[in-house]
T-cell receptor, first 116, second 114 residues
């Protein structure tokens, strides 16, 4: 049982390049989330998904797209990377209700992305 | 709006107690959480408290909630070097489906010295 895994762990992009971050979970969780973590700002929700084939915007969705074609995978795409997207990206998953104890979010180890 | 604030850094000696503080602004929060982030890792849930409780104790951890002042604290007794990490508080409005979400604080880095 690997929990939540993220690929890749590190990446350096040039401005304007595109890339996809992959998140996978093997806990059969319905909900999945993408966050970014910036110094002094805590975690901010980018997009989330409440089930296969569905996605929704979080707090800071601009510049990102997501897809959830399979229940166990949640992809985060950057179509045209900008230096402001330099951050650490965390994926998380949870059972159905993400606000309640017992349905806590399980986090992946993170992807450190640098855009030059 | 929702805003969760924490001090950025705390240094304690091994064996002492650590107290990490958090203030939040949304009075309708139903659950408040403490997460721990070790270097190079994701966040891990430590403990939580329901908003109608004042205190919760879980082994070395004590959570205190002052709902009137919207103040949450995490006390770690007998702090060990393995407790060195970043601690995040988070609030949730509860509910079900797409209505609920977590708002995280900025994180407090706890440094434990010998």
């Amino acid at each position: 049982n690997a929990g939540v895994t993220q690929t890749p762990k590190f990446r350096v992009l040039k401005t304007g390049q595109s890339m996809t971050l992959l998140c996978a979970q093997d806990m059969n969780h319905e909900y999945m989330y993408w966050y970014r973590q910036d110094p002094g700002m805590g975690l901010r929700l980018i997009h989330y998904s409440v089930g296969e084939g569905t996605t929704a915007k979080g707090e800071v969705p601009d510049g990102y797209n997501v897809s959830r074609l399979k229940k166990q995978n949640f992809l985060l795409g950057l179509e045209s990377a900008a230096p402001s997207q330099t951050s650490v990206y965390f994926c998380a998953s949870s059972l159905r209700d993400r606000g309640r104890p017992g349905y806590e979010q399980y986090f992946g180890p993170g992807t450190r992305l640098t855009v030059t | 709006g929702e805003d969760v604030e924490q001090s950025l850094f705390l240094s304690v000696r091994e064996g002492d107690s650590s107290v990490i503080n958090c203030t939040y602004t949304d009075s309708s929060s139903t659950y408040l959480y403490w997460y721990k982030q070790e270097p190079g890792a994701g966040l891990q849930l430590l403990t939580y408290i329901f908003s109608n409780m004042d205190m919760k104790q879980d082994q070395r951890l004590t959570v205190l909630l002052n709902k009137k002042d919207k103040h949450l604290s995490l006390r770690i007794a007998d702090t060990q070097t393995g407790d060195s990490a970043i601690y995040f508080c988070a609030e949730s409005l509860g509910g079900t489906g797409t209505a609920s979400k977590l708002t995280f604080g900025t994180g407090t880095r706890l440094q434990v010295t010998l």
